[in-house]
């Protein structure tokens, strides 16, 4: 099922399939929310909180998914017998209850069960992608409608004040069908523009906040804001837990493995799904306080650089967080260098902002102004970062490997496209 889910469910869900990303949903939202809309028409978002999603799937619609998806009847056999007259029994302080059937809901740490989910849950994004009554949020002249991580939905919605009753019949007929259930109380609205505050939301059944979290994120309306929510937040955590930690007796090799385990992945989890520019000095501040941190507040008696060796090279593999955040900004860069960048909802939105090829941009000269062809935010602090990564591992001419089809620098490829 692994196997062929790829092929049965849209690129908008990324929870749990093989070869998609969080990020992906992330990068698309900021793509959203932070590049210049060409409409007056309001627009917001819709953050869906499921009551207990994976408990409340219907078993009979579950099947009848499987069977209009094409799974043949041979694993849907197999599926249903998992899910034959299963019992269960509620235990507390060792007293038990008698046992009872169960009726739906996939299973609690059944590696099948998000498999599963995302294709019970599939048939509502299909409705909300083909229904015209649903009207998406359109950026460089693509609808963007929903988004999901599981059972985390983000619907992008413009003229909400038409949109948003449709919607909430379409989850209401959902849940009739499948039993899954929204609650609209602890659903989020979001207004992307400042045309949305112009219409009555205070009149809709969800919360209005001015940022929200969002698979692990906190969103906000500007993007300059993510650092502070995000990063500045980061960083007080970390000094709180480094000051717990310092308490303790530890050698040098234990306090590294704290910053390895408990430090690096708060900030590599940021550093893949935030796309912003991040200053020196937020990287000097950090080692300033992880040095301090290993060497028990004394004087340092061995290099930094020498600790972030590997250990093969004399090193204790103390993290670099500037290369981490390098690394994984690199990660989503190479997307525009390949072929079928257009495939996912982020990338095709990045690509179609800008009036050359963004792998062009990444080869040409440092000191160009990109502002001349494209205003993507998200596009334009990518190329600082990758100019960053240049200037450090001295990459200033890249000429020699620039694409010639789409190339600005290449005057015949503007004539003959």
Same mark, same amino acid.
């Given at each position: 099922?692994?196997?062929?889910?790829?092929?049965?469910?849209?690129?908008?869900?990324?929870?749990?399939?093989?070869?998609? %990303?969080?990020?992906?949903?992330?990068?698309?939202?900021?793509?959203?929310?932070?590049?210049?809309?060409?409409?007056?028409?309001?627009?917001?978002?819709?953050?869906?909180?499921?009551?207990? =999603?994976?408990?409340?799937?219907?078993?009979?619609?579950?099947?009848? *998914?499987?069977?209009?998806?094409?799974?043949?009847?041979?694993?849907?056999?197999?599926?249903?017998?998992?899910?034959?007259?299963?019992?269960?029994?509620?235990?507390?302080?060792?007293?038990?209850?008698?046992?009872?059937?169960?009726?739906?809901?996939?299973?609690?740490?059944?590696?099948?069960?998000?498999?599963?989910?995302?294709?019970?849950?599939?048939?509502?994004? /299909?409705?909300?992608?083909?229904?015209? +009554?649903?009207?998406?949020?359109?950026?460089?002249?693509?609808?963007?409608?929903?988004?999901?991580?599981?059972?985390?939905?983000?619907?992008?919605?413009?003229?909400?004040?038409?949109?948003?009753?449709?919607?909430?019949?379409?989850?209401?007929?959902?849940?009739?069908?499948?039993?899954?259930?929204?609650?609209?109380?602890?659903?989020?609205?979001?207004?992307?523009?400042?045309? *949305?505050?112009?219409?009555?939301?205070?009149?809709?059944?969800?919360?209005?906040?001015?940022?929200?979290?969002?698979?692990?994120?906190?969103?906000?309306?500007? %993007?300059?804001?993510?650092?502070?929510?995000?990063?500045?937040?980061?960083?007080?955590?970390?000094?709180?837990?480094?000051?717990?930690?310092?308490?303790?007796? &530890?050698? &040098?090799?234990?306090?590294?493995?704290?910053?390895?385990?408990?430090?690096?992945?708060?900030?590599?989890?940021?550093?893949?799904?935030?796309?912003?520019?991040?200053?020196?000095?937020?990287?000097?501040?950090?080692?300033?306080? @992880?040095?301090?941190? @290993?060497?028990?507040?004394?004087?340092?008696?061995?290099?930094? =650089?020498?600790?972030?060796?590997?250990?093969?090279?004399?090193?204790?593999?103390?993290?670099?967080?500037?290369?981490?955040?390098? *690394?994984?900004?690199? +990660?989503?860069?190479?997307?525009?260098?390949?072929?079928? =960048?257009?495939?996912?909802?982020?990338? =095709?939105?990045?690509?179609?902002?800008?009036?050359?090829? &963004?792998?062009?941009? &990444?080869?040409?000269?440092?000191?160009?102004?990109?502002?001349?062809?494209?205003?993507?935010?998200?596009?334009?602090?990518?190329?600082?970062?990758?100019?960053?990564?240049?200037?450090?591992?001295?990459?200033?001419?890249?000429?020699?490997?620039?694409?010639?089809?789409?190339?600005?620098?290449?005057?015949?490829?503007? /004539?003959?496209?």
């Amino acid at each position: 099922m692994e196997k062929v889910l790829p092929s049965v469910i849209s690129q908008d869900q990324t929870g749990f399939i093989k070869g998609r %990303h969080l990020s992906s949903n992330l990068r698309r939202l900021f793509n959203v929310i932070y590049s210049p809309a060409k409409s007056n028409t309001p627009e917001i978002l819709l953050s869906l909180d499921a009551e207990k =999603a994976f408990d409340m799937i219907e078993w009979n619609y579950l099947f009848t *998914a499987l069977e209009k998806f094409g799974f043949g009847p041979n694993i849907c056999a197999w599926i249903k017998l998992l899910y034959t007259s299963p019992e269960a029994s509620v235990c507390i302080n060792k007293i038990c209850s008698d046992y009872f059937k169960l009726e739906r809901g996939t299973r609690q740490g059944c590696p099948l069960s998000p498999l599963l989910f995302a294709i019970a849950i599939e048939p509502l994004a /299909v409705h909300c992608r083909n229904s015209y +009554q649903i009207k998406g949020i359109v950026r460089e002249g693509l609808e963007q409608k929903i988004s999901l991580y599981a059972d985390d939905m983000v619907l992008y919605i413009s003229d909400p004040e038409n949109t948003v009753p449709t919607v909430l019949t379409a989850l209401t007929e959902f849940q009739k069908i499948s039993g899954l259930r929204i609650n609209l109380n602890k659903s989020i609205l979001f207004p992307v523009n400042s045309q *949305a505050y112009n219409i009555k939301l205070d009149t809709l059944p969800f919360t209005i906040p001015d940022h929200f979290k969002y698979l692990g994120v906190n969103i906000t309306s500007k %993007h300059k804001a993510l650092y502070q929510q995000n990063f500045g937040v980061c960083m007080e955590k970390i000094k709180q837990d480094l000051h717990r930690w310092s308490t303790l007796h &530890l050698t &040098l090799a234990g306090r590294i493995n704290i910053v390895k385990m408990n430090i690096l992945p708060k900030l590599l989890f940021l550093f893949q799904n935030i796309s912003i520019y991040i200053n020196k000095s937020f990287f000097k501040q950090l080692d300033s306080i @992880i040095t301090s941190f @290993i060497w028990n507040s004394k004087h340092p008696r061995i290099r930094r =650089a020498t600790l972030q060796r590997p250990q093969a090279e004399g090193g204790m593999a103390l993290p670099n967080f500037q290369f981490y955040y390098w *690394a994984a900004n690199i +990660q989503a860069i190479k997307t525009w260098t390949q072929i079928n =960048a257009h495939t996912q909802a982020w990338s =095709a939105i990045e690509v179609k902002s800008c009036s050359t090829s &963004l792998y062009s941009l &990444l080869c040409s000269p440092i000191n160009e102004s990109y502002r001349k062809y494209t205003i993507n935010p998200i596009v334009l602090y990518s190329l600082r970062i990758w100019n960053q990564i240049r200037k450090h591992f001295k990459m200033e001419n890249l000429l020699s490997v620039a694409p010639l089809q789409g190339n600005h620098l290449f005057q015949p490829s503007q /004539v003959y496209p």
